[in-house]
């Protein structure tokens, strides 16, 4: 029985590195690893404070703690942030959400098989999500100004990071905010743009989610997608999903207003977190945990994520080591032999 099942395998015995295995009838089938001095920070959420505008680039560099400066270009920066009359930024915001509605409606229509099909994206449920939605939702307020009109020096932004920094380049950041749990992402403040992921293209399935979308009566101003992992689930799960996520943001509401720039609101899930939220699947038959730190993340995570599950993470105590044991080490060195089964 040991061979045929499926198994997550997370290695957590060392503080400098976390490992995580999805083994296949003993064949790797997901990898990922994360070390301690390499933390990833990209989905990381800061209260971030205004360095320079920059008229050429019509961008903005924002001090938001890291070891550089984030750039944060101006499609990136929601209306709410322009210092402009209050009247103008209503009618702006107003326009945005008009725009979003009407692609959500067109969306829908799309879904209830009239007018054209929606075009496939590649890359994992969130990217997807957080890049449709990106070009989409700011072609509008814009156009109307220039950055250095609207945005000024030591002005406060909450941001979030949409790629790591890499070299001498920093963090590409963005104030329109996405939270991903299990099956939802929820954008708090992206109005109205909400969807069903694009890798979902069962016609039927798509029907079912829009109903469940509706149920959850998102407040204004506010959109959620659904993920591919919530295709099969009950609407009671996926709202379960959705109410956490909400819990979230107005945990990280609270934080933003009792903190001083450059702070840390909100820490993008570690990779234990990560892989149970986004690998984890169904048809996994045990989660099984070497460390104890781990195992504690990884149960207490589950109990909140998915109740029903929590029983299937068990703590690996055996002498040999976990990945050896699943010939996990064997596979991760053979990789980098010249010939490569």
Known sequence: DTIMATRMLIDARHQEETRVAVVKNNRIEEFDFESADHKQIKGNIYLAKVTRVEPSLQAAFVDFGGNRHGFLA???????????????????????????????????????????????????????????GASRRRLQPHRQYKIQEVIKKRQLILVQVAKEERGTKGAALTSYISLA???????????????????????????????????????????????TAGAERTKTEIKRDYEYLSRLWDDIRERTLSSRAPALIYEEADIIKRSIR??????????????????????????????SRARLVKQYGDRVPLFHRYQVETQLASMHSPTVR
């Open 74 to 132: 101006f499609s990136e920066i929601h209306p709410d942030y322009f210092q402009i009359p209050v009247a103008d930024r209503e009618a702006l915001v107003r326009e945005v959400e008009k725009a979003a509605r009407e692609d959500a409606e067109r969306e829908a229509r799309a879904d209830a098989g009239e007018g054209p099909e929606i075009e496939e994206v590649g890359g994992s449920d969130v990217d997807d999500i957080a890049a449709g």
């Open 278 to 307: 986004d690998i984890y699947s169904n048809d996994i038959d045990e989660l099984l945990v070497e460390g104890g730190d781990g195992y504690r993340a990884a149960k207490e995570f589950m109990r909140m994520l998915m109740p």
């Open 181 to 227: 749990g299990r099956y939802c992402v929820l954008m708090p403040n992206t109005p109205n743009g909400g969807g069903i992921s694009r890798k979902i293209s069962d016609a039927r399935t798509r029907k079912k989610l829009r109903e469940t979308l509706t149920e959850l009566g998102t407040p204004a101003g506010m959109s959620v997608v659904l993920r």
